[in-house]
């Protein structure tokens, strides 16, 4: 079942790829793992699913545990406490979700040296929603400059989780500015935009995605 669903969901990709002119290939699928089984991700690995995302640490590290041989890529996709930087910082790949210069700085100085830099991206709360993460997009210039300079990361680029909208030109509004704000940047290593969802797919895409966070439509609701 979950290998129909990501060859299905992989077509949808492709042809929001296509309709808007993007190079085939662009959008990396990111796979949302949270609350889902080891055995769910073991599905999807062996249907060709590679970058999982997780937004529980404790969770994520015991599955991580439990899949060892396979030659997965984590990323941390949930709100991060500051007591858990230090595990955040070893366990994976790439954070999607760091929303101050505090937290940026605690993951610096926690990645052990001999791991590879962690890729990280700038939360910002694109649509202003009191209840969402994130910090404003009149904040991201400052922000981004001064993390730049930590070590043992790597600023790559922004995610957001814009307020649902029905309307494919209103879902495409907040994804376009963001897109706008980070090229006004001018800053070349910032190539990342993880944005779009199981709803706002397409639109996401066609306003310059480069990861999409797909949970549900692949490995089913939770029962």
Not at 122 to 148: C, D, F, M, R, W
Not at 151 to 161: D, E, K, Q, Y
Not at 213 to 220: E, H, P, V
Request: include cysteine.
């Amino acid at each position: 079942m979950i290998k129909n669903q990501l060859n299905e969901i992989l077509a949808q990709i492709s042809q929001a790829e296509q309709t808007y002119s993007r190079t085939p290939g662009d959008v990396l699928l990111l796979a949302v793992s949270k609350t889902k089984s080891a055995q769910a991700i073991a599905e999807a690995y062996q249907a060709g699913q590679r970058h999982f995302g997780e937004n529980y640490c404790q969770e994520a590290i015991g599955k991580q545990k439990e899949l060892g041989a396979y030659d997965i890529t984590w990323h941390f996709i949930g709100p991060i406490q500051s007591n858990k930087t230090k595990l955040i910082a070893n366990h994976f790949s790439w954070v999607h979700s760091v929303d101050s210069f505090k937290i940026a700085q605690r993951l610096s100085t926690q990645r052990a040296s001999d791991l590879p830099p962690l890729n990280i991206c700038l939360q910002v709360n694109i649509s202003g929603e009191p209840t969402k993460s994130g910090i404003a997009l009149h904040e991201l210039a400052e922000l981004s400059q001064a993390i730049a300079i930590l070590p043992n990361l790597v600023l790559r680029g922004v995610m957001a989780v814009p307020e649902p909208e029905l309307d494919f030109e209103k879902q495409r509004q907040p994804f376009k500015t963001l897109y706008q704000a980070v090229a006004d940047l001018n800053n070349p290593a910032l190539d990342t935009f993880s944005f779009g969802m199981s709803a706002d797919l397409k639109a996401a895409i066609a306003e310059g995605a480069t990861i999409v966070r797909i949970g549900t439509a692949l490995f089913g609701v939770r029962h």
